[in-house]
């Protein structure tokens, strides 16, 4: 099996983000089976969600969203990439929030989970 090269990782500021709703659809609900199986087998990600956001620069995207009360989740970004190029090719990129406390409250309000540990 030939793995498909990644994006590179980029770090974007967070400030300013809106939470609009849930990303949903068939490669969607494969997406978030794939991404179950791994966050309860690594045991970081504590609540996962698969949302449309908007940034402060008027930016929309879909973004995988987790609440993690652990500091390293690099090695778990990295699988999720991996997944994600697989399933959706290398041109594609996913964007991937570590939630605040407050941002994961207001997202729930218009987000279901996916995950929960």
């Known amino acids: 099996m030939n793995a498909k090269p990644q994006r590179p990782m ?4 967070s400030s300013g983000l809106r939470f609009l709703g849930e990303q949903d659809g068939v490669p969607e609900r494969e997406l978030k089976e794939r991404l179950s199986t791994l966050f309860s087998e ?8 698969l949302a449309r956001v908007k940034y402060e620069d008027s930016t929309e995207a879909v973004a995988l ?6 500091g390293a989740i690099e090695t778990t970004v990295q699988r999720v990439g991996s997944i994600f ?9 996913l964007d991937i929030i570590v939630l605040e406390e407050s941002q994961e409250a207001e997202l729930a309000l218009c987000c279901p989970s996916f995950f929960e540990r």
């Open 10 to 13: 980029q770090e974007r500021e």
């Open 42 to 49: 690594n045991g970081i990600v504590q609540k996962a969600y």
């Open 65 to 70: 969203c987790v609440s993690s009360h652990y």
């Open 85 to 93: 190029a697989e399933m959706f090719g290398p041109q594609e990129h």
